[in-house]
């Protein structure tokens, strides 16, 4: 159906946009990003993280219990898929897992 089409057309573009936000906030100024869990999770524990982004390729328990972590901090968590090249390449930095920052920590 079309409507599934658009659904799905809808969510890779919005994690090709998140994707590429975190690849520009890291060429903007690095500080501005975390790469890998055990980053993401201490500024998570800061408050600092704005979004982070998973791939799909994470575990499903570790999956959860970044979201848990996140949703307590009010921070947003975006699954990406791999069926994209921006997925695909996220899948590869950090263990796919990655922290675009409110504000910079260190």
């Given at each position: 159906t079309t409507s599934k089409a658009k659904e799905f057309l809808q969510k890779v573009?919005?994690?090709?946009?998140a994707v590429k936000e975190f690849f520009e906030a890291y060429a903007k100024n690095e500080r501005m990003v975390v790469v890998g869990e055990i980053n993401v999770i201490e500024a998570l524990?800061?408050?600092?993280?704005?979004?982070?982004?998973?791939?799909?390729?994470?575990e499903d328990k570790k999956i959860e219990e970044l979201e848990k972590l996140a949703e307590s901090m009010g921070t947003h968590v975006k699954i990406i898929s791999i069926e994209s090249r921006e997925g695909e390449q996220l899948s590869k930095v950090g263990e796919g897992i990655v922290g675009i920052l409110r504000y910079q920590i260190s």
């Open positions: 573009i919005e994690e090709k946009n524990k800061l408050g600092a993280v704005d979004k982070i982004l998973i791939s799909e390729v994470v």
